[in-house]
T-cell receptor, first 116, second 116 residues
Framework: DAGVIQSPRHEVTEMGQEVTLRCKPI?????LFWYRQTMMRGLELLIY????????DSGMPEDRFSAKMPNASFSTLKIQPSEPRDSAVYFC??????????????FGEGSWLTVV | LAKTTQPISMDSYEGQEVNITCSHN???????ITWYQQFPSQGPRFIIQ???TKVTNEVASLFIPADRKSSTLSLPRVSLSDTAVYYC?????????????????FGKGTHLIIQP
């Protein structure tokens, strides 16, 4: 299995620009998660989906952030407009969450975002 | 909400056994304990999960006392490549049973440094 695939791996953008991060979860997984990691705040859960439906977006920092999952094999996290404080590593993760076996989360390699 | 407390950092030497303890005084009856490992520039990776007593796999052992208010991750005969951040998470096995994002919340983790 190819694992969770994220793109781009690295992005440098100017303040005010729109940033779109993409994620392809592991085939067959029914849950998808977006995390953000910074030195100051550690790993923060931003939003998660189950069967393509957003379940909890309480971790999304503000209206500039939005996430979609149009189908089981693709999700995007968009920041518009971007600000320097959004600079972080953004991880996408997926899991096959079943009542009998729980939810081991598989992470992608991350998208390293720098907003200047 | 089950919160976890771990040491911020630990040092050890190659060939030693390392034990990292996590405190979770408010663990709920249906909560499981899960440990993840994160290397620099990578996403976290699942290590082990358990509910009570002892769980062992090819990588580590997890010891959980009867009161379940703490757990200990044991890494046998560590090597330099075990230098990483280790996270303890507590939450329901099936996240959609009502526990929500409890089991998806990463704390600051324990920075384990292995020296030659």
């Amino acid at each position: 299995d190819a694992g969770v695939i994220q793109s781009p791996r690295h992005e440098v953008t100017e303040m005010g620009q729109e940033v779109t991060l993409r994620c392809k979860p592991i085939s067959g997984h029914n849950s998808l998660f977006w995390y953000r990691q910074t030195m100051m705040r550690g790993l923060e859960l931003l939003i998660y989906f189950n069967n393509n439906v957003p379940i909890d977006d309480s971790g999304m920092p503000e209206d500039r952030f939005s996430a979609k999952m149009p189908n089981a094999s693709f999700s995007t996290l968009k920041i518009q407009p971007s600000e320097p404080r959004d600079s972080a590593v953004y991880f996408c993760a997926s899991s096959l969450v079943e009542e009998s076996s729980g939810n081991t989360i598989y992470f992608g390699e991350g998208s390293w975002l720098t907003v200047v | 909400l089950a919160k976890t407390t771990q040491p911020i950092s630990m040092d050890s030497y190659e060939g030693q056994e390392v034990n990292i303890t996590c405190s979770h005084n408010n663990i709920a009856t249906n909560d499981y304990i899960t440990w993840y490992q994160q290397f620099p520039s990578q996403g976290p990776r699942f290590i082990i999960q358990g509910y009570k007593t002892k769980v062992t796999n090819e990588v580590a052992s997890l010891f959980i006392p009867a009161d379940r208010k703490s757990s200990t991750l044991s890494l046998p005969r560590v090597s330099l490549s075990d230098t990483a951040v280790y996270y303890c998470l507590v939450g329901p096995l099936y996240m959609y049973s009502g526990g929500g994002a409890d089991g998806l919340t990463f704390g600051k983790g324990t920075h384990l440094i292995i020296q030659p």
